[in-house]
């Protein structure tokens, strides 16, 4: 029986940081912090709740299943299950993650040394979705060209940033603002969202999963184990990158007190740090996390759409590459504008999903608990999108009335409901015949 050699799991473990730690991850966290003031520690708390303990509890409910979301969504039937998987894969892919990362990217590593102008975004995003295309051709190659080469590289990056963040602030931590001052935690926990973490590791599961396989390791007991512990390593990395920047964020509030990204807060910081030599730093650092999750998202759509079309695994990842790169184009601030209402309504059916998974060794049968917590969690999410997106005149007013509505958690009152209804009912029914 074929086993993983411990290089292998560590660089399998540093394959899985990688790919989560993108965008999102780096941009989001100072914002937090800044935002949350005095109150940076709670607010952390609630990010690590959605930017970590999601992440690690749906690599472990798709590695239970074998790490694919089809099998994980099985107990809703499969229009239903595509549906939702279509909608998850489009938007960590290349509707919204994925163009994200190379204008990061761009944002943060490459504007301040060249003109920030439409023709320079264009040229660097050919770039980067051609040598990020390449890679992904070789899914394989994967735990080699991004576990042993690439993460190093990008956690000695980190880890100077990291540093130098708690041994040097700059500034000191301003006052909470908004609702920061009442509810930082609950803040903290909507603003994970951001990272796209849950929703990622919902893709990234089949790739962690394959990337396992394809080392030949063929026992189903042996795959899980390892994805647990893969993920495990990338919980405890991404857990320290975010404390590190939310307390970046929470005590360099001077730098940029008006920021609406991290962005300026990041560059303000290393510029005043480091200097030029910090702003090259921080572009090493952007350009790797980005780089390594465009990768694994190419990879993992286009084993999903590859499969659930008539279609080549070379020819979708082509197809997604080119156009992550036009809606990329169309600018950071208004990626950001579009990903704020649907990662805030996918984001309950997401968590809903997952937790009825890991629980399902409670119900006599699935489908009868699944389904009805899921209408519940998708009428509740779109209405919860509907608010952010400005159109509350579309959504019931009662549901301003939900505990934790104004705070963007009033969903949890109705799905919790409906999951101890529809798990007495579960229990009270007689447990359906095999086939």
Not at 51 to 74: K, Q, S, Y
Not at 306 to 317: F, G
Not at 336 to 359: K, N, T
Request: glycine share 10%.
């Amino acid at each position: 029986m074929q086993k993983l050699s411990l290089p292998d799991i560590i660089a399998l473990g540093f394959m899985t940081f990688a790919l989560f730690l993108g965008a999102g991850n780096i941009i989001f966290p100072p914002m937090v912090g800044q935002a949350a003031g005095e109150h940076f520690w709670l607010a952390a708390v609630g990010f690590l709740l959605t930017g970590v303990g999601l992440p690690l509890l749906t690599v472990v409910a798709l590695a239970r299943v074998g790490g694919g979301m089809d099998i994980l969504t099985a107990p809703i039937g499969r229009v239903a299950g595509t549906l939702l998987g279509v909608l998850v894969y489009l938007t960590i892919g290349p509707l919204v993650a994925t163009p994200r990362t190379a204008t990061v990217s761009f944002e943060v590593g490459f504007a301040p040394f060249v003109a920030n102008h439409p023709s320079s975004l264009f040229i660097y995003t050919v770039v980067y979705f051609s040598l990020a295309l390449l890679v992904s051709l070789f899914p394989g190659k994967l735990i080699d060209n991004v576990g042993k080469y690439i993460t190093p590289a990008l956690i000695v990056s980190l880890a100077v940033l990291a540093g130098a963040a708690l041994l040097w602030p700059i500034g000191g931590a301003m006052h909470s603002a908004g609702l920061y001052q009442s509810a930082p935690l609950s803040q903290g926990f909507v603003q994970g969202y951001q990272t796209m973490d849950a929703l990622g590791a919902l893709v990234f599961g089949i790739v962690i999963v394959n990337a396992i396989r394809d080392r030949r390791v063929t026992d189903a007991g042996l795959q899980t184990r390892y994805a647990i512990i893969a993920a495990l390593i990338a919980a405890t990395g991404l857990a320290l990158v975010y404390l590190s920047f939310i307390y970046l964020g929470g005590t360099s509030g001077s730098i940029a007190p008006h920021a609406h990204t991290g962005v300026p807060i990041l560059t303000g910081f290393v510029l005043q740090t480091f200097g030029t030599a910090g702003e090259v730093l921080l572009a090493v650092v952007i350009t790797l996390a980005c780089f390594t999750t465009a990768v694994g998202l190419i990879s993992a759509c286009g084993e999903y759409f590859s499969r659930l079309l008539p279609v080549s695994y070379r020819t979708v990842v082509i197809a997604l590459s080119l156009v992550s790169l036009v809606v990329a184009n169309q600018g950071l601030a208004q990626l950001i504008a579009v990903s704020g209402p649907l990662l805030v309504g996918i984001y309950p059916v997401a968590i809903s999903l997952v937790a009825l998974s890991l629980l399902s060794a409670l119900w006599r049968s699935p489908t009868r608990v699944f389904v009805p917590v899921m209408l519940v969690a998708v009428a509740m999410g779109l209405a919860d999108a509907l608010r952010v997106a400005g159109v509350q005149a579309w959504a019931p007013a009662w549901l301003e009335a939900l505990p934790g509505a104004s705070l963007g958690m009033g969903w949890t009152a109705p799905v919790v409901v409906a999951l101890l209804i529809a798990g007495a009912a579960d229990r009270l029914c007689a447990r359906p015949r095999s086939a």
